[in-house]
C-alpha cells in the first residue's frame, strides 16, 4: 500500500493516465489529477473516484502547453497536499505530419507538452521529495521512443528526451536520496485515442471491427491483443512502492515483446 502518499498524475482525465490515477487513489494514495476534458465529467470522476477510494482526489486543470500552467499544478498539487511524493509524467498530445511538412508550432507545443512540463515538474517537486526523503517519478515514454515510425518525428523526438531525462534525474538522485526516477515504454494500449486511430483505419480500409483490429495489431506486431491500462498501471504502481528502490534510470518496455524483437519484423 501508498497510504498517505500524495501523487500527481499529469493528463489523468482519461485513458492511461486516469488508470495509473485509480490505481494510486486504491493503494491509499491522495491524487491530483490534471488534464482536459468536459467539466461536469471530470467533476463526476473525481468525486466518484474519493467516494470510492476514500482518499483526497483533487484536480487542476494546468494546460502542460505552458511552463507557467506547469508550475501552477504543480504548485497547486503542494498546496493542497503539502508536498508530492508521486509525480507520473504522462499527458501528452499527438500530431501526424511528414519532418518537411510539420508546422513548427504544433512541434513547439508537442516539446512543450510532452517534454518540457515534465522536466519543469521534476523541478519543482524534487526539492521537497529530498527534503521528505522519499519520492517516485514515473515517467510514461513509448516503445516509440525506442524505434521510430513515419509521421511522428514529435513524439519520437519527446519519447526519447524523456528516456535520456529520466536517466539525467536518476543520475542526480540515486546516491543521496530515497528518490527513484524511471520510465515505462507501453506497445500499443486500448485508450479512448486509440479507439480514434482505430476508427480512422475501420475507415480507411472499409473492414469490419474485428479484422480491422487485427490487422492494426498485426502492422504492430501485438499478436496478443491491446495492452490494457490496468496492467501498465500495475507496473507504475510497483515502481511507486518501497520495494522497488533499487530500480532507478530503467527504462521498461511493457509491449508483448515487441521492442525486443524489431528484427523479426522487419
Ligand atoms: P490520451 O490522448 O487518451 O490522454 C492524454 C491526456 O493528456 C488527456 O487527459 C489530456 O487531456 C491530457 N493533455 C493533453 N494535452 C494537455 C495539456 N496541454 N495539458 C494538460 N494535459 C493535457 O492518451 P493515452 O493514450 O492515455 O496515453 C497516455 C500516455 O501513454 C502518453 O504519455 C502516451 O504517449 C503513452 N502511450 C500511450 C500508448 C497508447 O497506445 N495509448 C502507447 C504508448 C505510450
Redesign the pocket.
Known amino acids: 500500500m501508498l497510504t498517505g502518499k500524495r501523487a500527481l498524475v499529469?493528463?489523468?482525465?482519461?485513458?492511461?493516465?486516469q488508470a495509473i490515477a485509480r490505481a494510486l487513489a486504491g493503494e491509499g494514495c491522495d491524487v491530483m489529477l490534471?488534464?482536459?476534458?468536459d467539466a461536469a465529467d471530470i467533476e463526476g470522476d473525481r468525486a466518484a473516484l474519493e467516494a470510492e477510494t476514500g482518499v483526497r482526489v483533487r484536480y487542476h486543470g494546468?494546460?502542460?502547453?505552458t511552463e507557467e500552467?506547469a508550475d501552477a499544478l504543480a504548485d497547486a498539487a503542494m498546496a493542497a497536499f503539502g508536498s508530492v511524493d508521486i509525480l507520473v509524467n504522462?499527458?501528452?498530445?499527438r500530431h501526424f505530419h511528414a519532418a518537411e511538412d510539420f508546422p513548427r508550432a504544433e512541434w513547439r507545443k508537442a516539446l512543450a507538452?510532452n517534454l518540457s512540463a515534465p522536466f519543469y515538474l521534476i523541478q519543482r517537486v524534487l526539492p521537497g521529495m529530498r527534503a521528505g526523503g522519499w519520492g517516485r517519478i514515473v515517467n510514461?515514454?513509448?516503445?516509440?521512443g525506442l524505434a521510430a515510425r513515419a509521421g511522428r518525428a514529435d513524439?519520437i523526438t519527446a519519447?526519447t528526451g524523456l528516456i535520456g531525462l529520466t536517466r539525467a534525474i536518476a543520475a542526480e538522485t540515486r546516491l543521496d536520496a530515497n528518490v527513484t526516477c524511471n520510465a515505462i515504454c507501453?506497445?500499443?494500449?486500448l485508450?479512448?485515442?486509440?479507439e480514434i486511430k482505430i476508427a480512422e483505419f475501420i475507415a480507411e480500409s472499409g473492414l469490419p471491427r474485428e479484422e480491422a483490429v487485427a490487422e492494426f495489431l498485426r502492422m504492430r506486431g501485438q499478436a496478443m491483443g491491446f495492452i490494457q491500462?490496468e496492467r501498465v498501471a500495475k507496473l507504475a504502481v510497483f515502481l511507486c512502492q518501497d520495494s522497488s528502490f533499487d530500480m532507478t534510470g530503467a527504462v521498461m518496455p511493457i509491449d508483448q515483446g515487441r521492442s525486443a524483437t524489431w528484427l523479426e519484423q522487419d
Do not use: E, H
Open positions: 499529469t493528463g489523468s482525465t482519461r485513458g492511461l493516465g490534471n488534464g482536459f476534458g494546468g494546460d502542460l502547453a500552467g504522462n499527458a501528452v498530445i507538452v510514461i515514454a513509448s516503445v516509440m513524439y519519447k507501453p506497445g500499443s494500449v485508450t479512448p485515442n486509440t491500462p
